[in-house]
Nanobody, 126 residues
Framework: VQLQASGGGSAQAGGSLRLSCAAS????????TAWFYQTAGRQRDFVAALTRGGSATYNTGFVRGRFTISEDSAQDTVYLEMNNLEPEDTAVYYC????????????????????WGQGTQVTVSS
């Protein structure tokens, strides 16, 4: 499975960006796709995850209702719609995918994912 992340860039505080994670080579009918973010010197932290069946999980303390994860199954692409951006959202965002559905309480763990995209930089200025 290959994941291609895109859509990062620069935005002003209060603005919006939409990240895309295009998957190819998937053979499993059950999977979970997620977004993580990482800033310099820190570990990779969870943003949101979505199962093939449509169950979404969010890092509510970070997202605070501003981001939405969704999927276009026909395109095998998962999106992260980011609204009301803040400078604290500045990070490299990675998409990740598993070969099976991940139980909701474990979706925030990077070790649960089998594949990772290359990361896309998001920079939010005040």
């Amino acid at each position: 499975v290959q994941l291609q992340a895109s859509g990062g860039g620069s935005a002003q505080a209060g603005g919006s960006l939409r990240l895309s994670c295009a998957a190819s080579g998937r053979s499993s009918s059950d999977y979970t796709t997620a977004w993580f973010y990482q800033t310099a010197g820190r570990q990779r932290d969870f943003v949101a995850a979505l199962t093939r069946g449509g169950s979404a999980t969010y890092n509510t303390g970070f997202v605070r209702g501003r981001f939405t994860i969704s999927e276009d199954s026909a395109q095998d692409t998962v999106y992260l719609e980011m609204n009301n951006l803040e400078p604290e959202d500045t990070a490299v965002y990675y998409c990740a995918a598993s070969n099976a559905e991940i139980y909701y309480s474990r979706r925030h763990l990077p070790g649960q994912y089998d594949y990772w995209g290359q990361g896309t930089q998001v920079t939010v200025s005040s």
